[in-house]
């Protein structure tokens, strides 16, 4: 499936390391915040079902039922669980008092919840994109009560 936006970011971050972003993390954590807020590819696909993104937990339920078109593409299936993931970690960032974004050692973006635990979000999107389960909705309201 070619899809000229994602081909463009694709282009933009191939054979990019962490350090840039793990520098903004430290320097500028609004500004990496909104970089991994972008979810360009998951965004489109919602405004396409008519389902706003507003960075809040309702919208995680909207996603939830989406009629999930992009599993017969293996490609977009990566690029939107990987979205789905950048997607749950912003609203948890930006809804749970304490919670922050962090690179792992391996240079991938994990969100830190005030108690301390490390959140895959990455792999919780992939999951969901792949197979539904765990609801975007139901990992959040499981990770804000934490």
Do not use: K, N
């Not at 962490?18 to 489109?44: I, K, T």
């Not at 690029?79 to 962090?102: M, N, Q």
């Not at 391996?106 to 959140?119: E, H, M, S, T, Y």
């Amino acid at each position: 499936m070619h899809i000229p936006f994602v081909e463009h970011w694709r282009r933009r971050h191939e054979g990019a390391d962490a350090a840039p972003l793990a520098d903004a993390l430290s320097r500028d954590p609004e500004g990496a915040a909104e970089l991994l807020a972008e979810c360009e590819l998951l965004r489109v696909h919602a405004e396409e079902a008519g389902v706003e993104l507003d960075d809040q937990p309702d919208s995680l339920a909207a996603l939830d039922q989406l009629v999930p078109r992009w599993r017969d593409d293996p490609e977009a299936l990566e690029w939107l669980g990987g979205d789905a993931g950048h997607y749950l970690g912003t609203v948890i960032v930006r809804t749970v008092p304490g919670a922050r974004w962090r690179l792992r050692s391996d240079g991938q973006p994990i969100v830190v919840l005030p108690a301390g635990r490390d959140v895959d979000v990455l792999e919780e999107g992939r999951a969901w994109a792949a197979t539904g389960t765990p609801e975007l909705s139901q990992i959040y309201a499981e990770l804000s009560e934490d």
